[in-house]
Each structure stands twice: as C-alpha cells, then as structure tokens.
C-alpha cells in the first residue's frame, strides 16, 4: 500500500543526545519536505528536497540537518537536542507529475525534550 | 509577516449547522489553495483544493469559495457531523513559477456538538 510513513511517532529524550526521526514513502514521489507544528498551531516548513541529493532549507530556521540518499527516504537529525526542540515534527511528500500539488503528510513525531 | 491570515481560531457549530472558516492571503502569485483536514495524533489529509480560475468547488458536504480580487477564500462545511471535528487548515503556494511549498494558516478548530 502507497503511504508515508514515520518513526518514532513518539519521542522523550534528555537533553543533548543525539536524535534522528526517520520518514519513508512508497509513493515514488520525488519532493519531501518536513515541517514542525506546535500544539494546535500552523505549520512551518523548515527543510525540503526535490530529489536525491537535493537538501534545501524552509522558511522557519532549524537546528536539524536533513539528508535524502534514496528517493524512498528522508531522515531528519537533530545533533544535540535541547528543550526548544520539543514539538511535532511532520514528513510529507508530493509528486512532481501531472497537474496535482497535493501533499501526502505523515502521522508524524511528537518529540520531548527534557 | 504571515501571508496567509486565517479565522476564526476556533469554532463551535451544532450538528446539521453549516460550519465556515476564512482565510486571506497577501501573495498574489499563489495559485493553489488547498484545505487540510487534521485530526488528533494524525497528520494533515487534503480534504478539498481550488485554482484562482474558479470562483467555487463543491465536493460532497465541502465547498471552497473563492474570491481573488478580494484575496480570500473560505471553506463552508454542509450539515455539519460530529465526525467534521477537527483543526483545519487553509493553505496556499505557488505552483508552475515556483516550488509548490505550501504556506499554512494558524488553523481553525472545529467542535461539531450534538
């Protein structure tokens, strides 16, 4: 079954160690992208890729780094976690075919920092 | 600056009431707006879009209106069910000239009671 996919949905970590939330989808589709979201807030974008090899950063300035090896694949990691990163992180994808802008989201990773 | 101003925060409406929420935006080379459906514990799903060449699209109990010299559109949600009870959100990009990111409004929530 096409999807998105993210891991850990759920993540409580101390302050300093190192984290990497994980996003897969089956869906062939070039362009990804990861955003953050606060409790019952909007969303920002804060790095996307339009294909391997292909990193840019989004609008909201982050502290994680992001990389995309495989086109299936697009890892997000924070090097030294700290309290301000606690937040919800979402993947998404989208294809860059037909006329459709429409962005598939992830469950995405509710991320704690103590 | 937000581009993308959307109202109202939260929302209450009585079952079979109709439910609206509006956004305004700034950008007038957004060509794409779509509006997202997000339940707790899950990530955004596309519930309905519309292109500035039309002024309205109806899809089920779900109708954006849309209206470009004003620079707003609104989504009207029909005899609303407990089941609509959720955080939406408007959202905008640009599409052919640009890279098709998506800029989000603050959300409304939506209580659809008994």
């Known amino acids: 079954e096409a999807d998105i996919y993210q891991t850990p949905r759920y993540l409580v970590i101390g302050t300093g160690k190192k984290i990497t939330l994980e996003c897969s989808q089956t869906?062939?589709?070039?362009?990804m992208y990861w955003y953050q979201q606060d409790p019952g807030m909007e969303l920002h974008l804060i790095h996307y890729?339009?294909?391997?090899?292909?990193?840019e950063k989004g609008d909201l300035s982050s502290e994680s780094t992001v990389s995309r090896i495989r086109t299936e694949h697009f890892p997000l990691t924070l090097e030294s976690a700290r309290p301000s990163h606690t937040s919800q992180y979402l993947c998404?994808?989208?294809?860059?075919?037909?006329?459709?802008?429409?962005?598939?989201f992830g469950p995405g990773t509710r991320l704690t920092v103590l | 600056q937000q581009q993308v101003k959307q109202s109202p925060q939260s929302l209450i409406v009585q079952k079979g009431g109709i439910s609206i929420i509006n956004c305004a935006y700034e950008?007038?080379?957004?060509?794409?707006f779509p509006w997202y459906q997000q339940f707790p514990g899950k990530g955004p799903a596309l519930l309905i879009a519309?292109?500035?060449?039309?002024s309205e699209k109806k899809e089920g109990r779900f109708t954006i209106s849309f209206n470009k010299s004003a620079k707003q559109f609104s989504l009207h949600i029909m005899d609303s069910q407990p089941g609509d009870s959720a955080t939406y959100f408007c959202?905008?990009?640009?599409?052919?000239?640009?890279?098709?990111?998506?800029?989000f409004g603050k959300g409304t929530k939506l209580s659809v009671i008994p």
């Open positions: 998404a994808s989208r294809s860059s075919s037909g006329q459709g802008n429409e962005q598939f």
């Open positions: 869906m062939g589709h070039d362009k």
């Open positions: 890729s339009y294909g391997v090899n292909s990193t």
């Open positions: 950008n007038t080379a957004f060509d794409y």
């Open positions: 519309i292109r500035p060449d039309v």
């Open positions: 959202a905008a990009s640009v599409g052919r000239a640009g890279s098709y990111q998506l800029t």
